[in-house]
Nanobody
């Protein structure tokens, strides 16, 4: 199983980014696809998750600023982030939970700075 995350980078406060994570080699059924983030010195935290039926879950601190979506045909999950703040700076990881286990991507750095 491979999870290829992309879309991170440097953005000014108030800007937007769209992260993508493409999953390949998955033989089991996908239950949920999610994004987590980990800032320096902090624990990894859930950003957003989308379940196989389409329902979503968001961290309270990010509600209204992020949208998670998925393309089932491509096994790809997206995270649209708007109105970014310096405190959103972190490495963002995608996670895919299947009936055969959970898998992590390699992470993509998001830096919000002027």
């Amino acid at each position: 199983v491979q999870l290829q995350a992309s879309g991170g980078g440097l953005v000014q406060p108030g800007g937007s980014l769209r992260l993508s994570c493409a999953a390949s080699g998955i033989a089991s059924s996908i239950i949920v696809m999610a994004w987590y983030r980990q800032a320096p010195g902090k624990q990894r935290e859930l950003v957003a998750a989308i379940f196989s039926g389409g329902s979503t879950n968001y961290a309270d601190s990010l509600k209204g600023r992020v949208t998670i979506s998925r393309d089932n045909a491509k096994n790809t999950v997206y995270l649209q982030m708007n109105s970014l703040k310096p405190e959103d700076t972190a490495v963002y990881y995608c996670n895919v939970a299947t009936t055969g286990g959970a898998h992590w991507g390699q992470g993509t750095q998001v830096t919000v700075s002027s």
